[in-house]
Structures are given as structure tokens and as C-alpha cells.
């Protein structure tokens, strides 16, 4: 059996943000900030719409070609710009190529299943983008900084915390590495937001009346988990960004940089897929040919 890391489909797209396979990613050394010699914030933005006019057009080839879906996750801390990312991503693009879920706390049904089944229900057709504002990742995040969300979730067998991760870990490259032999191309995003700008943030939410909505104090609790929380991201990564379904730490303190390169990992995955218009088989073609004469003579 050929192996499936050597499809075209697992040729993840190269990028300094790329998370490497092999285990040595320090979440200490991945930066925040856009490096020195990065575009000016004009040009960032124009580059921006760039990609997003070519990923427009890519994602009509893919749902004509009808081979592959593409899925791409998206986690980070509080305030990070998960959503406005997703939303200037894919504005332009075609609503019924893509579809968007966000995942919040598990429903009580949703507790009678696996950790990986409320995400899977939602998987993209083949032919479309599909999008995850958070996803089963949660299950090695936060339920790793609150442990005690795993008392609701009555597992029949619960081993040490350490073993348990590791189980989590093992179980979703298997998902992974199921969905990337069946067609579904992988792209994992960790927008990685400073706590000082997080912060600042925070702060704006608090300070301008039209965004209150956004701010909880349960993001506050959060926040002071800070610490647990870089330690779950960095082991997280580690275990599951593989060459079949990478992460990209993202800098994400500027957000005109940061959608940006989102948006070119992803117009430059689909890129490297070959996809392309069916062609009509011949037969049909002569059919066509045929219609094309009868409705000329109509005119």
C-alpha cells in the first residue's frame, strides 16, 4: 500500500509558521509579532485581498472538481481574532462552498458520544471548505486545564492524566490521518496572540460601548490560567501537527498579517491539489454539440 503521506494532498504548504513534525516546537520561541521586514499594514492588506480573489476562484474548482474537502481548524486563546480571521478568509467565497461551525461546550447529548463525534457529524462534502472555530481540540485544552470537565463525561475507563492526553493524542492523528486518506485536506491554525495585547484587547472591549458583547468575566478566570494554557497548546501541537495535517502557529498581535497568512496557506494548499474542471466524455460532448446547434437555430 502506497503510503499516504506521499499523496499530493499531504504536501503541506511551506511557511516559517509551520509547526514541525518531528516534536521540537518551543511555544516560547514562536512569535506574536509580525517579523521586521514584513509588508507595511497598506500592503498587508491589499495582499490580503489578493489571496482571498484567488481563493474565490480555487474553491469553485474544487467543488466542480468534486474530489477532496478541506478542513480548517481554528484555535487560540480568548480574544485572538478567530472570527474576524474566518470572516475576512472567506468573504468573496461562495456561501454554499464552504460552512463555518463553532464549538462551544458540549451539549448533554453530545456527552453520550465520544469526544470526537460532535465534530465529525459536521465534516466537510467533498467539495467544500469547511471551517471549525474550535473543535475537538478543546478535548486536550481546556478540558486539560479544567480536568474536572471529565467527571461529565463518564468514561467507563479513565486512566492517569498523562496517559489520557497521550490516548487523546493518539486518537486524534488516527481521525487525522483517516480523513487525509479519504480526501479531506487538513489545516490546523494556532493564532498565537501575546498576553500583553490580549490585554489590550480586553481592555477595548471594556472601554467601547459596541463591544461589550463581546467581553465575559469568564475570560478574565481564563486568562489567569494563562500559563497551563501554553503548556496544553505546546504538547497539543507537538503530538498532532504531522505532514497529513499540520499546524501553523501564527502571529496573530497584527491582525492584517495575520489573515493574510492564513489566507495564503490555505489558497496555497488548494494550489498544490491539481484540481481542475471535469471534462466531458466524448460522447457527451458530441451531445452537446448537437444541443448547441438546436438552440442556435432558435436565435
Known amino acids: 500500500m502506497a503510503d499516504p503521506t506521499s499523496a499530493p494532498y499531504c504536501s503541506s504548504p511551506a511557511s516559517p509558521y509551520r509547526v514541525p513534525f518531528d516534536g521540537s516546537f518551543e511555544l516560547a ?23 482571498v480573489d484567488e481563493l474565490s476562484e480555487l474553491q469553485r474548482v474544487l467543488y ?7 478542513l480548517c481548524v481554528f484555535q487560540a486563546m480568548d480574544a485572538a481574532g478567530k472570527d474576524s480571521t474566518i470572516r475576512a478568509v472567506t468573504t468573496g467565497v461562495n ?5 463555518v461551525f463553532s464549538f462551544k461546550a458540549p451539549s448533554r447529548g453530545e456527552l453520550d458520544h465520544d469526544f470526537l463525534w460532535r465534530s465529525a457529524i459536521r ?7 469547511g471551517i471549525f472555530n474550535r473543535s475537538y481540540y478543546e478535548e486536550v485544552l481546556v478540558v486539560r486545564v479544567h480536568s474536572g470537565f471529565l467527571d461529565s463525561q463518564r468514561l467507563p475507563h479513565r486512566p492517569d492524566d498523562d496517559a489520557l492526553w497521550a490516548e487523546r493524542y493518539a486518537s486524534i492523528r488516527d481521525h487525522e490521518h483517516h480523513l487525509t486518506k479519504n480526501g479531506t485536506v487538513i489545516l490546523k491554525f494556532w493564532l498565537n496572540v501575546s498576553r500583553e495585547e490580549q490585554a489590550r484587547r480586553f481592555l477595548r472591549r471594556i472601554d467601547r460601548p459596541d463591544k461589550n458583547w463581546k467581553f465575559s468575566s469568564g475570560d478574565i478566570m481564563e486568562r489567569r490560567h494563562w500559563d497551563d494554557y501554553m503548556l496544553a497548546y505546546q504538547e497539543a501541537l507537538n503530538a498532532t501537527s504531522r505532514p497529513w495535517a499540520p499546524w501553523y502557529a501564527i502571529p496573530a498581535d497584527d491582525k492584517p498579517y495575520m489573515r493574510w497568512r492564513v489566507a495564503q496557506i490555505i489558497r496555497d494548499q488548494l494550489l ?13 460532448r458530441a451531445k452537446v454539440v448537437e444541443l448547441r446547434r438546436e438552440l442556435e437555430a432558435e436565435i
Open 29 to 51: 520561541r514562536a512569535p506574536s509579532s509580525p517579523p521586521d521586514d514584513a509588508p507595511e499594514r497598506k500592503q498587508r492588506k491589499k495582499q490580503l485581498g489578493q489571496a
Open 64 to 70: 466542480a472538481d468534486d474530489r477532496y474537502a478541506v
Open 95 to 99: 456561501p454554499a462552498g464552504f460552512q
Open 123 to 129: 465534516l466537510p462534502e467533498r467539495g467544500r471548505i
Open 272 to 284: 498544490a491539489l491539481d484540481l481542475r474542471y471535469p471534462s466531458l466524455p466524448d460522447e457527451e
